[in-house]
């Protein structure tokens, strides 16, 4: 598979066109950002244990019957995907109350909700990513019609009921994920982007330790290490 010209470059990966038009190839870089894009830094050997991470979840969720746009890992640091057409709304599953939730809402970090909550941003930095309601998304034509955010919503709760057991298994609490959403060249919504501690949350559960983008977010350090620990967790290590 060829790597031709860069077609797009985001705050976590680049993206590139192939010399096949449905297939594209992203590159997981090492560079970290938080607060929006005000904090910013880089750890090295932090895109490739994300790009590893992503590519087992992918796995594990086709193999449960959620539809992705992950084909295969090329080496360490690219994965060859599906080209879609990006939703621009990102997904928030929370199991657990913390972040923005307790602090927009004063609900007591750490507090387990009483059910899964989903919710939607707009995936936009200019915007500061603010929360959209059906009728923004409606509004805004970021969908065709009101199904798809059902779909959207369904598709959220069935990637849950999948990785958080999984995680609990691996001695992690799935706190909190962000998810994005693409259509393929059919028109068919699939998940896209990355399943890592970018953009999870995972809480061990004896400890408490936090083992996400949590680390750099909170100047705890340590952070290449405890992805690395997710991914040996995740690899039965």
Not at 28 to 52: I, P, R, V
Not at 107 to 123: A, C, Q, R, S
Not at 208 to 222: I, T, V
Request: aromatic share 8%.
């Amino acid at each position: 598979m060829e790597k031709r010209e860069l077609l797009y470059e985001g705050k976590a990966k680049r993206l590139y066109l192939t010399d096949d038009a449905n297939l594209v190839i992203s590159e997981f870089k090492d560079d970290l950002t938080a607060f929006n894009g005000e904090k910013k830094s880089s750890e090295a050997g932090k895109g490739a244990l994300n790009n590893k991470i992503s590519t087992e979840l992918f796995k594990l969720l086709e193999a449960n019957g959620i539809p992705t746009h992950f084909v295969k890992m090329l080496d360490d640091n690219h994965m060859l995907h599906t080209k879609v057409d990006v939703i621009l709304i990102e997904v928030i599953v929370r199991n657990i109350a913390t972040g923005s939730l307790s602090r927009n809402l004063g609900i007591e970090d750490g507090k387990v909700l009483p059910f899964t909550l989903v919710e939607f941003d707009y995936k936009d930095d200019d915007l500061g990513d603010p929360k959209l309601n059906d009728q923004h998304c409606l509004i805004l034509e970021l969908v065709d019609h009101q199904d798809e955010l059902d779909k959207l919503r369904r598709m959220a709760r069935q990637v849950n009921d999948i990785l958080k057991p999984y995680f609990k298994e691996k001695g992690l609490n799935l706190v909190d994920f962000k998810l994005e959403f693409g259509k393929d060249s059919n028109g068919n919504i699939i998940l896209i982007d990355e399943i890592s501690p970018d953009n999870c949350r995972f809480w061990d559960i004896k400890s408490g330790e936090k083992m996400d983008k949590d680390r750099f977010r909170q100047g705890l350090g340590g952070l290449t290490v405890a992805y690395e620990q997710v991914l040996n967790r995740i690899l039965g290590k």
